[in-house]
């Protein structure tokens, strides 16, 4: 099974910073990546898709970029709404595997 | 505009089955290109995906839980189900269903049921 590793785990930041999450797969999953967004109590969203295309409605200060095993989550200037859990997955694969998320606490 | 829902027992006893079944509104479970998923989250931990059904019954799951994992489709009743057996106290968890697109990944998700196995 392709094996996700995202880091880091928690992350502190505050209002306007670049943040910069990584998300690494134990082999080349084509670009078929997925980041979501979890505000506690809430389902996941999704924002980015096959590695770096922006779901619909996200802002543009989340961007994806990445390839083959290596992949990285950018929001360019953080905002009160952006303090959450952040999870990668992969699906590459018949099955899904998620990375262990990143909570983006405030500063 | 699709939307899920789940349904089912909030409490279970152990070495009991959990079933839950996933409404689909506002859409077709029979178009193809999607895989109806179920996902679980620990009390305050990640992710896990538990797997998923293509409309015409294919399944596919999660190793680590695939001796005790059906699902099944109802494509009249656009629902589909989950029924995980030999429930112990580490199946206690919010159950989410979603709709994976192959292309997108999980794009639509249910508001998530929680499940509390203990007697």
């Known amino acids: 099974d392709i094996q996700m590793t995202q880091s880091p785990s928690t992350l502190s930041a505050s209002v306007g910073d670049r943040v910069t999450i990584t998300c690494r797969a134990s082999?080349?999953?084509?670009?078929?990546l997925a980041w979501y967004q979890q505000i506690p109590g809430k389902a996941p969203k999704v924002l980015i898709y096959k590695a770096s295309t922006l779901e619909s409605g996200v802002p543009s200060r989340f961007s994806g970029s990445g390839s083959g095993t290596e992949f990285t989550l950018t929001i360019s200037s953080l905002q009160p709404d952006d303090f959450a859990t952040y999870y990668c997955?992969?699906?590459?694969?018949?099955?899904?595997?998620f990375g262990q998320g990143t909570k983006v606490e405030i500063k | 505009q699709v939307q899920l829902q789940e349904s089912g027992p909030g409490l279970i006893k152990p070495s009991q089955t959990l079933s839950l079944t996933c409404t689909v509104s506002g859409g077709s479970i029979s178009s193809g290109g999607y895989y109806w998923s179920w996902i679980r989250q620990h009390p305050g931990k990640g992710l896990e995906w538990i797997g998923y059904i293509y409309y015409s019954g294919s399944t596919y799951y999660n190793p680590s839980l695939k001796s005790r994992v059906t699902m099944s489709v109802d494509t009249s009743k656009i629902q589909f189900s989950l029924n995980l057996n030999s429930v112990t106290a580490a199946d206690t968890a919010m159950y989410y269903c979603?709709?994976?697109?192959?292309?997108?990944?999980?794009?639509?998700w249910g508001q998530g049921t929680l499940v509390t196995v203990s007697s």
């Open positions: 997955q992969q699906y590459n694969s018949y099955s899904r595997t």
């Open positions: 979603a709709r994976d697109d192959i292309l997108t990944g999980a794009s639509i």
């Open positions: 082999q080349s999953i084509n670009n078929w």
